[in-house]
C-alpha cells in the first residue's frame, strides 16, 4: 500500500536538536516533491519546508529559515528534517507530504499540497520542546 511514516519525534529541551525521518512505501519518493508541515493544537497546519526531486530546490519558512534543513535519501526512499535550535514554539506534530512536483519550491507549493485531496500524507510524529 501507499503510505508514509514519520519518526524522529519526542520531547527535548529548548535548543536542542532532532532529525525527523519520513519513508515512504509503495511508490517512489523520487517523482514527487515532498513538504514538511506542522500543527499546533487550536492552529491551523503550516508548511515550513519542501523539496524539489527533479531539481533539489528547496524552501523553508521564515520561521525555520537557518534551523532547520530539509534532504532526501533516494536508495532509502526517505526524506529528513534536521531541526537545530528548537524552541518551544516549535512544539506541534510534524507531518509529511509529497505531491507532484509541478512548480516551483515555495509557500505556494506548500498551500497546493495543503489544500489537495490526492496528496499522500504521514500520520505525523509529536515534537515537543520544553524545559
Known amino acids: 500500500q501507499v503510505q508514509l511514516v514519520e519518526s524522529g519525534g519526542g520531547l527535548v529541551q529548548p535548543g536542542g536538536s532532532l532529525r525527523l525521518s519520513c519513508a515512504a512505501s509503495g511508490f517512489t519518493l523520487a517523482h514527487y516533491a515532498i513538504g514538511w508541515f506542522r500543527q499546533a493544537p487550536g492552529k491551523e497546519r503550516e508548511g515550513i519546508s519542501c523539496?524539489?526531486?527533479?531539481?533539489?530546490?528547496?524552501y523553508y519558512a521564515d520561521s525555520v529559515k537557518g534551523r532547520f534543513t530539509i534532504s532526501t535519501d533516494s536508495a532509502k526512499n526517505r526524506v529528513y528534517l534536521q531541526m537545530n535550535s528548537l524552541k518551544p514554539e516549535d512544539t506541534a506534530v510534524y507531518y509529511c507530504a509529497a505531491d507532484f512536483d509541478v512548480q516551483n519550491m515555495g509557500p505556494t507549493f506548500l498551500q497546493t499540497v495543503l489544500a489537495s485531496k490526492t496528496a499522500y500524507w504521514g500520520q505525523g510524529t509529536q515534537v515537543t520542546v520544553s524545559s
Open positions: 523539496i524539489s526531486s527533479k531539481d533539489g530546490d528547496t
